[in-house]
């Protein structure tokens, strides 16, 4: 199916209190152009270069999320237009995340990565680290940040208990911190899972512009 097909798909499909974020890493503006042109608003990038570029050839109305590990020495070039970034997994990134939303005169609105999976490669804070940051007085020294909620990867596994158990962590916390009520988890293979364990917001990808170009990345 084309683009547009796959975004009214899921747009009529999904729920309407999960946000549908558009994963469109290494995809080329013409198909984020179709996307746009369906109607979808919101677009999820990995890589600072590649955001930037799109952001300045596409419509200004587009929301961009950050969704991949962003390096601190980065944030200055996404700061002036940044929707929403994914991937907090430190507090000296969180830090520099505030000092360019400052110079920028802006609050940058943010998630807490969270580290649910069983594997290494993934980033993020641990359950029991970002309790005690959420209990602390830490995230006050941070003026021009906004937590919004969390984000998370569940395991690459087809193990469906697995997943559930690892979002299911995710949306425990959340109970815990009523007012953090974006919860983004859930991708092209494990977003219904994700919706039925709490998500309101899933990153898709390949469902939608088709597999990723490695090549690209």
Not at 119 to 147: C, H, M, R, W
Request: contains cysteine.
């Amino acid at each position: 199916m084309a683009v547009k097909e796959n975004i009214l798909h899921f747009r009529s499909a999904l729920p309407a209190h999960v946000c549908l974020v558009a994963v469109s890493k290494t995809k080329p503006a013409a198909m984020l152009q179709e996307a746009y042109d369906a109607g979808q608003r919101d677009f999820g990038e990995n890589y600072v270069q590649e955001l930037v570029e799109k952001q300045a050839g596409l419509p200004a109305d587009i929301r961009w999320h950050f969704i991949g590990h962003l390096q601190s020495n980065k944030v200055k070039y996404i700061a002036p237009f940044v929707h929403l970034i994914h991937g907090v997994d430190s507090l000296s990134l969180l830090k520099e995340i505030d000092k360019q939303g400052r110079k920028n005169n802006r609050v940058i609105h943010c998630l807490i990565q969270l580290h649910i999976a069983m594997e290494e490669t993934k980033f993020g804070f641990s359950i029991a680290e970002a309790t005690a940051l959420l209990n602390s007085k830490e995230l006050v020294a941070y003026p021009n940040v906004a937590i919004d909620g969390f984000m998370a990867m569940a395991s690459n596994t087809s193990d469906e208990d697995k997943i559930r158990a690892e979002f299911r962590q995710v949306k425990n916390l959340r109970e815990q911190f009523p007012a953090y009520s974006v919860l983004s988890f859930g991708m092209s293979s494990d977003y219904r899972i994700a919706i039925e364990e709490g998500s309101t917001m899933v990153r898709i990808g390949s469902s939608i512009f088709g597999e990723r170009n490695y090549s690209l990345s």
